[in-house]
């Protein structure tokens, strides 16, 4: 077994749950239908998480050319698997089951509040990004920090201006489209 087979069981664990809990709130926000309140944003927002863990899961390969792993690379890729989880969690709505309120339910409103916090996540692991691809992947270091600088920018935006939260979750999702075509 290789490092990096070693190293990426732990990553695969993580981003494997997160993608199962987001697909679990689906589910469940498909079963509870007729007390859903649906906004495109939200879903937008949920598909985009998912592409997000998508995309570490594919980058993991590309790190197979790494010979050398550290106790640092280990904990960042750990770390910031752990933001992808976070993001994946709080990114849709959740029943609480409080039959005598449906507010849980109605996806802009969670959005632009407790929602919020699936933005933070996703903030922290756009943190963790430059060094993934400047000291392991040997990317230019602009480059590396630039994608990653204009990806929190969005999440800040999010959380601190969550009246924005439509128009900030298509810039989201054109900024997933460019750092898929980029790290494809």
């Not at 990114?91 to 933005?119: C, M």
């Amino acid at each position: 077994m290789t490092q990096h087979e070693y190293v990426f069981i732990a990553i695969s664990v993580i981003l494997g749950l997160a993608l199962t809990r987001l697909l679990h709130t689906a589910a469940g926000l498909i079963r509870a239908h007729k007390r859903v309140t649906f906004h495109w944003a939200t879903a937008l927002w949920g598909g985009v998480i998912m592409l997000f863990i998508l995309q570490l899961w594919w980058v993991g390969w590309e790190l197979r050319t790494v010979m050398d792993w550290t106790i640092i690379d280990f904990f960042v890729l750990v770390i910031g698997s752990i933001f992808v989880y976070g993001a994946a969690d709080l990114a849709l709505p959740t029943e609480d089951y409080d039959i005598s309120s449906n507010k849980e339910l109605v996806f802009l409103q969670h959005s632009r509040s407790f929602g919020r916090w699936s933005a933070l996540s996703m903030l922290g692991y756009f943190c963790v990004g430059p060094h993934v691809n400047i000291t392991m992947l040997g990317n230019s270091p602009l480059l590396s920090v630039l994608f990653p600088a204009i990806g929190a920018g969005l999440m800040l935006l999010v959380a601190l201006k969550p009246t924005w939260f439509e128009f900030l979750s298509v810039m989201f999702a054109g900024y997933a489209i460019v750092i898929l075509y980029l790290t494809a």
